[in-house]
T-cell receptor
Framework: EAGVTQFPSHSVIEKGQTVTLRCDPI?????LYWYRRVMGKEIKFLLH????????ESGMPNNRFLAERTGGTYSTLKVQPAELEDSGVYFC???????????FGPGTRLTVT | AQSVTQPDIHITVSEGASLELRCNYS??????LFWYVQSPGQGLQLLLK??????LVQGIKGFEAEFKRSQSSFNLRKPSVHWSDAAEYFC?????????FGTGTSLTVIP
């Protein structure tokens, strides 16, 4: 069974540009989560989808971040326009309904210069 | 508010030595507790989890962790460390909706 995959693995962009990160969850997992780790800090929750619906987006830093999950399969996280403080590693995780363990992808390392 | 503290940012141990990584949490209800490991270039891999029952839980790769409610702790242990255990370790508290992570402990294993 394939795990959670994320694309790209690395992205380097200039301040003001747009970047879109993609996450493909484990097949059959209705729950999808986005997290972010800024260097030296803890991994922080961004938002949670159940199928295509946003269940909780309380962790989204500001309106420059837009997450979508059309059709309840893969998800995208767009940052527009990117700022220097957006640099970090963005993790995606998925889980089955009513199961507490989350399965994480390898992360996308975003560097904004 | 929920929080997780991993007081050791970096630990160095000799191969074959025992290991204990500390984790303390703050959570109002009975916690779901997890330890994840991240090797270079890899994603977060689940080592073990505690939901209820026996407070000593066994995980993969020879790791175990003990839940101590009185101390709000969930420390990770391994009796004999292997060079391949060098990685970053994260403790997490799970609510129904999201995880709260510690800042991680980086483990270096010396021959």
């Amino acid at each position: 069974e394939a795990g959670v995959t994320q694309f790209p693995s690395h992205s380097v962009i200039e301040k003001g540009q747009t970047v879109t990160l993609r996450c493909d969850p484990i097949s059959g997992h209705d729950n999808l989560y986005w997290y972010r780790r800024v260097m030296g800090k803890e991994i922080k929750f961004l938002l949670h989808f159940v199928k295509e619906s946003k269940q909780d987006e309380s962790g989204m830093p500001n309106n420059r971040f837009l997450a979508e999950r059309t059709g309840g399969t893969y998800s995208t996280l767009k940052v527009q326009p990117a700022e220097l403080e957006d640099s970090g590693v963005y993790f995606c995780a998925s889980s089955q309904v009513l199961r507490h363990e989350q399965y994480f992808g390898p992360g996308t390392r975003l560097t904004v210069t | 508010a929920q929080s997780v503290t991993q007081p050791d940012i970096h630990i160095t141990v000799s191969e074959g030595a025992s290991l204990e990584l500390r984790c303390n949490y703050s959570y109002g209800a009975t916690p779901y507790l997890f330890w994840y490991v991240q090797s270079p270039g890899q994603g977060l891999q689940l080592l073990l989890k505690y939901f209820s029952g026996d407070t000593l839980v066994q995980g993969i790769k020879g790791f175990e962790a003990e839940f101590k409610r009185s101390q709000s702790s969930f420390n990770l242990r391994k009796p004999s460390v292997h060079w391949s255990d060098a990685a970053e370790y994260f403790c997490a508290v799970g609510t129904g909706n999201q995880f709260y992570f510690g800042t991680g402990t980086s483990l270096t294993v010396i021959p």
